[in-house]
């Protein structure tokens, strides 16, 4: 009748508008998909397929391995319990100031003085030399008893020895020092007043470290939660494929059927598109279905800590 075809003609544009809106949702989404990698997307994002590459398979993981691996691999247990050992650390220090202190040390040194031009000390003692030999010549001359023996003033000259023993004498660098003598010093400091810093200081550090383990207590059990109820989750969307496969086909045997009776005419429009409808909806809830399932993996993922697959 004319009032089936408007009927179908409105129909049609209402699909033909939901397509329209559909359409523009996946280029929004591929957008986004962009975005989330951090690289930018191609103009022409018609022409961009995504391929399924996660399979459906039964999940068969056992929720105590999984509650194990997340309560020893989570990121966030992970820092909590290092912020825990940290408090403790803390906590011990502070408690051992009330410890007295030992304080010991020792040292053994030396020291050696070398010039680098020896000229001036071989300089000083000619001129030592020549002084002393001009006074043992005047004791020689007016100072001596007459008939006395005279002393040997030709001994105390400056030889070409005597500059090398200078020269050796200083060559004492680095190794030929004077040591000092060695010294050790031992001290003890006791804590007797610090108008109550201390116990301030350790009670603050307890509650620190309380806190912190109460933090990883808590954290513990929200992974717990967490990750049993993604595995609950992942359990029923899996299951949920298998009922909405089994509705897709009943539906698309439905819409078989409705559109051989309309063919034949013992069937309505209304029939028809009723099935139809139901095909279109069983389809939507199979590909709602599959995608609840990997996005409960990503969940448990999340929760475990790891990748799963």
Not at 26 to 31: D, P, Q, R, S, T
Not at 214 to 243: C, F, K, M
Request: aromatic share 8%; proline share 5%; with cysteine.
């Amino acid at each position: 009748t004319l009032l089936d075809v408007r009927q179908a003609q409105v129909a049609k544009g209402e699909s033909e508008v939901a397509l329209l809106r559909a359409r523009q949702g996946v280029i929004v989404e591929k957008l986004r998909l962009y975005e989330i990698m951090g690289v930018p997307a191609p103009s022409d994002l018609s022409a961009l397929v995504l391929v399924d590459s996660f399979p459906v398979t039964e999940p068969l993981w056992a929720l105590e391995d999984l509650l194990d691996e997340a309560l020893a691999d989570n990121p966030g247990l992970i820092v909590r319990r290092a912020q825990h050992s940290a408090a403790r650390a803390g906590e011990r220090a502070a408690k051992s100031t009330w410890l007295p202190t030992l304080s010991l040390s020792a040292g053994w040194s030396g020291y050696t003085q070398q010039y680098r031009n020896v000229d001036p000390l071989i300089s000083n003692a000619q001129a030592s030399a020549i002084q002393s030999i001009s006074q043992c010549e005047y004791v020689n001359d007016y100072l001596v008893n007459p008939g006395g023996p005279l002393a040997d003033c030709s001994s105390l000259a400056f030889t070409p020895a005597d500059a090398d023993r200078i020269r050796a004498q200083n060559d004492v660098f680095p190794f030929n020092f004077t040591s000092q003598p060695f010294s050790a010093n031992l001290s003890i400091s006791l804590p007797v007043f610090t108008q109550f810093r201390r116990p301030l200081e350790i009670a603050e550090a307890s509650a620190a470290t309380e806190d912190a383990e109460e933090s990883v207590r808590a954290l513990e059990l929200t992974v717990r939660t967490d990750v049993s109820q993604a595995y609950y989750g992942l359990q029923a969307s899996y299951e949920a494929i298998g009922i909405q496969a089994d509705n897709r086909v009943a539906a698309a045997e439905q819409l078989r059927l409705a559109t051989e009776r309309y063919r034949v005419g013992s069937g309505t429009f209304f029939e028809l598109l009723d099935a139809q409808l139901a095909a279109q909806r069983a389809d939507a809830d199979y590909i709602g279905a599959i995608y609840a399932y990997h996005r409960s993996i990503a969940t448990l993922e999340n929760a475990v800590g790891r990748p799963l697959r």
